[in-house]
């Protein structure tokens, strides 16, 4: 199983713009599907994840943010609007699936230019 994630770029201040994520392989029930982000010199940090029906976000996203899951296809987006320069991160797909396997994006960076 693998996730390949879409997207991310160079952005200026006050841009938008859209990470996809989808699932190559078979998996037999995906508990929660999200996004994470490592700035450089700090700690991988949660975005948004997506479980049960709900999608909670780090208070630093909150609508600016939005996580978008089809669940047929076994996808997840992100949408970011109105980006800061503090966004700038590498930005990993993260998915949780039964019974408990943890799997991870290749990242792919974001850049927001001030």
């Known amino acids: 199983v693998q996730l390949v994630e879409s997207g991310g770029g160079l952005v200026q201040a006050g841009g938008s713009l859209s990470l996809s994520c989808a699932v190559s392989g078979s998996v037999l029930s995906i508990n929660a599907m999200g996004w994470y982000r490592q700035a450089p010199g700090k700690q991988r940090e949660l975005v948004g994840i997506?479980?049960?029906?709900?999608?909670n976000y780090a208070d630093s996203v909150k609508g600016r943010f939005t996580i978008s899951r089809d669940n047929a296809k076994n996808t997840v987006s992100l949408q970011m609007n109105s980006l800061k320069p503090e966004d700038t991160a590498v930005y990993y797909c993260?998915?949780?699936?039964?019974?408990?396997?943890?799997?991870w994006g290749q990242g792919t960076q974001v850049t927001v230019s001030s």
């Open positions: 993260n998915m949780n699936s039964w019974p408990n396997n943890e799997y």
């Open positions: 997506s479980s049960g029906g709900s999608t």
